[in-house]
């Protein structure tokens, strides 16, 4: 009899140790699932932002308010700020290197 209660036992902690593990296993898969929320948040914010600058341009192109020379600042700004944005941002080029 005694010997059933050991085996009862060490399965409830044996059902105790797997419950704990699936939950540290679940926390982190929600950590992760929070940061990929959290990334594809700031994508959209650039992907809006850019956007919003090119629609600008495209408004602007012919338009006395921006001259040409403005119009390329801003392009090349533009160019400047989505090329960091892919190799920071999306290809993690820092932690390549």
């Given at each position: ?29 929600e950590a992760e ?12 914010k650039v992907i809006m932002s ?48």
């Amino acid at each position: 009899m005694e010997n059933k209660n050991n085996e009862k036992e060490m399965t409830d902690g044996e059902m105790l140790e797997m419950s704990n593990h699936l939950k540290e296993l679940y926390d982190k898969k929600e950590a992760e699932l929070e940061k990929i929320k959290e990334e594809n948040l700031d994508l959209k914010k650039v992907i809006m932002s850019c956007y919003g600058t090119i629609r600008l341009l495209d408004q602007q192109w012919n338009n006395i308010l921006l001259d040409r020379d403005t119009n390329s600042y801003i392009l090349e700004a533009l160019r400047s700020y989505l090329s960091n944005v892919v190799e920071y941002e999306i290809l993690h080029i820092e932690n390549i290197l």
